[in-house]
């Protein structure tokens, strides 16, 4: 009988989430632990990914939190030895780890003549090398590094899955945020260059791009306080086809369907985006 490859098994899996202490991944982890993976969260932090840990294992799932730096080569060597020893070999790794920085950031979309001339503005000009040289580091080696550690798994177990997190950004670069869309852009490349680097050892590397979510640490960023939209928000939503922000739900599936090597066996080097539409529509 052919397996049923419409349904994600991760059963006996161990999938290590890097970044976990975040809301999204946070979430994806206990979406790993739901389709019966072993999870490990890392995160340079660990008050978050406690409680992560400990509402997987209400819900009887297996996960177990671990504190590291994802730029530290050292500090992600000691949490693969770790959960190594603790889980198991290392099946599943979600790269998740990432951001931006507001001294990588921009105060307007466009440069205007006299706007140098100003001192009450960031402008391009103004952005700190410091803070651009974080939003790369995070993002790059924040992706890298990881999958030096665990990777190295995979190969002595005879193969795995690697998903990094890529963005609406490495498509077309959003306005304000040149370090972060140039990082991203990066993930997105690197995951090819992964994918190909692995194909003979059974390991696989996609990443998925979400588009633009809303939940409940993000709404007074998008929204004003009588609920309308800010102008930056209204320019997402016309910019999403669909005409919404995504739910942090909908990202399961893609991650699931890259995950199942029954449906997608023969899937390695894509970035799957997960935005409504934002990626294929021009506006126009």
Same mark, same amino acid.
């Given at each position: 009988?052919?397996?049923?490859?419409?349904?994600?098994?991760?059963?006996?899996?161990?999938?290590?989430?890097?970044?976990?202490?975040?809301?999204?991944?946070?979430?994806?982890?206990?979406?790993?632990?739901?389709?019966?993976?072993?999870?490990?969260? +890392? *995160?340079?932090?660990?008050?978050?990914?406690?409680?992560? %840990?400990?509402?997987? =294992? &209400?819900? $009887? /799932?297996?996960?177990?939190?671990?504190?590291?730096?994802?730029?530290?080569?050292?500090?992600?060597?000691?949490?693969?030895?770790?959960?190594?020893?603790?889980?198991?070999?290392?099946?599943?790794?979600?790269?998740?780890?990432?951001?931006?920085?507001?001294?990588?950031?921009?105060?307007?979309?466009?440069?205007?003549?006299?706007?140098?001339?100003?001192?009450?503005?960031?402008?391009?000009?103004?952005?700190?090398?410091?803070?651009?040289?974080?939003?790369?580091?995070?993002? +790059? *080696?924040?992706?890298?590094?990881?999958?030096?550690?665990? %990777?190295?798994?995979? =190969? &002595?177990? $005879? /193969?795995?899955?690697?998903?990094?997190?890529?963005?609406?950004?490495?498509?077309?670069?959003?306005?304000?945020?040149?370090?972060?869309?140039?990082?991203?852009?990066?993930?997105?490349?690197?995951?090819?260059?992964?994918?190909?680097?692995?194909?003979?050892?059974?390991?696989?590397?996609?990443?998925?791009?979400?588009?633009?979510?809303?939940?409940?640490?993000?709404?007074?960023?998008?929204?004003?306080?009588?609920?309308?939209?800010?102008?930056?928000?209204?320019?997402?939503?016309?910019?999403?086809?669909?005409?919404?922000?995504?739910?942090?739900?909908?990202?399961?599936?893609?991650?699931?369907?890259?995950?199942?090597?029954?449906?997608?066996?023969?899937?390695?080097?894509?970035?799957?985006?997960?935005?409504?539409?934002?990626?294929?529509?021009?506006?126009?």
């Amino acid at each position: 009988m052919e397996r049923n490859v419409l349904t994600t098994d991760l059963t006996g899996k161990v999938a290590v989430v890097t970044g976990a202490g975040g809301v999204l991944c946070g979430y994806l982890s206990k979406v790993l632990a739901r389709a019966g993976a072993k999870v490990a969260l +890392v *995160n340079r932090s660990d008050a978050a990914i406690n409680q992560y %840990a400990a509402e997987i =294992i &209400a819900e $009887g /799932g297996i996960a177990k939190a671990y504190k590291g730096n994802v730029l530290s080569k050292e500090d992600m060597e000691k949490v693969a030895a770790q959960v190594l020893e603790d889980l198991g070999p290392c099946d599943i790794l979600l790269n998740g780890a990432g951001g931006n920085n507001p001294r990588a950031t921009t105060d307007k979309e466009f440069y205007e003549p006299g706007d140098l001339e100003r001192d009450d503005i960031k402008t391009f000009f103004d952005l700190d090398d410091d803070g651009v040289n974080m939003v790369f580091d995070l993002n +790059v *080696n924040g992706t890298m590094i990881p999958t030096q550690a665990f %990777a190295k798994h995979m =190969i &002595a177990s $005879g /193969g795995g899955n690697i998903i990094n997190i890529s963005s609406m950004n490495a498509f077309v670069p959003l306005t304000k945020i040149p370090a972060y869309s140039g990082a991203k852009a990066a993930v997105s490349n690197f995951t090819q260059w992964l994918a190909v680097h692995f194909s003979k050892c059974n390991i696989r590397v996609n990443a998925i791009a979400p588009g633009f979510f809303s939940s409940k640490q993000n709404q007074s960023l998008l929204f004003n306080e009588d609920g309308t939209p800010t102008a930056r928000t209204q320019k997402i939503l016309d910019g999403t086809p669909m005409g919404r922000f995504g739910r942090t739900e909908e990202l399961a599936g893609g991650l699931l369907f890259l995950l199942n090597d029954a449906a997608a066996g023969f899937i390695t080097g894509i970035v799957l985006p997960i935005d409504g539409g934002f990626s294929a529509y021009s506006g126009v």
